[in-house]
């Protein structure tokens, strides 16, 4: 595990124990929901995930790719599916595994780093659902590259990712009338103190997790270039704008439907 891995191992496990909105775990009522057919699940803020981008996952492979929090793996497992469940967090699989264990539901969960899946057989699923979750790696086409290898022919990747237009604002120097000033060049990265504003660098250095912004080629494109087909997409922002003022102007949030061959 690299500096950067054990930085948000870290981040996250205090996260989870916070109750983060992506470690808080689903109620009963959704789990109930999900075994009598109605599976509500998200990879960015707010949209639900298309039916139809799921399909039928009764029976399926499904491999929750740093999603870990006690969400969308146990909803997965209600709905039919056998599902492993991937994080570098201790503290957001242990949030899964206290919700298969309140409900009965059968889960498995292993620890790693997103970016090497190597404990897992080449085509072994035939799903994998990755919420918002690239962000914190440097290299997102690695990611791509091990969900290519590891889905089946046919096999699905729901992956939501993050506008990288987000990252050239500084949300701290904005000028009070709801204009954001730009501030950083992109790529952004937050492994080096000189790369962040100051209130961000405080804010890493106080345990919140390092981010990274990735173009919209590497998003997209480094998704067809590990030997997925891109089937679909969908933007996403917060409800209001209050988490991120950015969030007024524009969908903050992509996600996207790729299939390989």
Same mark, same amino acid.
């Given at each position: 595990?690299?500096?950067?891995?054990?930085?948000?191992?870290?981040?996250?496990?205090a996260m989870g124990e916070k109750g983060s909105p992506w470690?808080?775990?689903?109620?009963?009522?959704?789990?109930?929901?999900?075994?009598?057919?109605?599976?509500?699940?998200?990879?960015?803020?707010?949209?639900?995930?298309?039916?139809?981008?799921?399909?039928?996952?009764?029976?399926?492979?499904?491999?929750?790719?740093?999603?870990?929090?006690?969400?969308?793996?146990?909803?997965?497992?209600?709905?039919?599916?056998?599902?492993?469940?991937?994080?570098?967090?201790?503290?957001?699989?242990?949030?899964?595994?206290?919700?298969?264990?309140?409900?009965?539901?059968?889960?498995?969960?292993?620890?790693?780093?997103?970016?090497?899946?190597?404990?897992?057989?080449?085509?072994?699923?035939?799903?994998?659902?990755?919420?918002?979750?690239?962000?914190?790696?440097?290299?997102?086409?690695?990611?791509?590259?091990?969900?290519?290898?590891?889905?089946? !022919?046919?096999?699905?990747?729901?992956?939501?990712?993050?506008?990288?237009?987000?990252?050239?604002?500084?949300?701290?120097?904005?000028?009070?009338?709801?204009?954001?000033?730009?501030?950083?060049?992109l790529p952004y990265r937050e492994d080096a103190p000189e790369?962040?504003?100051?209130?961000?660098?405080?804010?890493?250095?106080?345990?919140? !997790?390092?981010?990274?912004?990735?173009?919209?080629?590497?998003?997209?494109?480094?998704?067809?270039?590990?030997?997925?087909?891109?089937?679909?997409?969908?933007?996403?922002?917060?409800?209001?704008a209050s988490p991120q003022p950015l969030n007024a102007y524009?969908?903050?949030?992509?996600?996207?439907?790729?299939?390989?061959?």
């Amino acid at each position: 595990m690299d500096r950067i891995a054990d930085h948000n191992r870290k981040a996250w496990d205090a996260m989870g124990e916070k109750g983060s909105p992506w470690a808080k775990a689903v109620s009963s009522d959704e789990v109930a929901r999900a075994r009598a057919g109605d599976l509500a699940i998200v990879l960015t803020p707010v949209k639900r995930v298309p039916a139809d981008w799921l399909g039928d996952v009764r029976g399926r492979d499904v491999l929750c790719l740093a999603s870990g929090g006690g969400q969308q793996a146990p909803l997965l497992a209600a709905a039919g599916a056998r599902v492993t469940s991937w994080d570098n967090s201790p503290q957001q699989l242990a949030l899964d595994r206290h919700v298969a264990e309140r409900e009965g539901l059968a889960l498995e969960t292993r620890q790693g780093d997103m970016r090497d899946l190597s404990g897992l057989d080449d085509a072994s699923f035939d799903l994998i659902v990755q919420p918002v979750a690239t962000c914190f790696v440097p290299d997102v086409r690695a990611v791509w590259r091990e969900c290519a290898r590891v889905l089946r !022919p046919g096999g699905r990747l729901l992956a939501g990712v993050i506008n990288p237009v987000f990252f050239i604002f500084d949300p701290d120097l904005s000028d009070g009338e709801g204009r954001l000033v730009v501030r950083h060049p992109l790529p952004y990265r937050e492994d080096a103190p000189e790369t962040m504003a100051p209130g961000r660098r405080a804010e890493v250095a106080a345990g919140d !997790p390092m981010e990274f912004s990735h173009s919209l080629t590497d998003l997209i494109q480094g998704q067809i270039a590990a030997g997925l087909t891109l089937r679909d997409l969908y933007e996403d922002g917060w409800e209001d704008a209050s988490p991120q003022p950015l969030n007024a102007y524009l969908p903050t949030f992509l996600a996207t439907l790729a299939q390989k061959a």
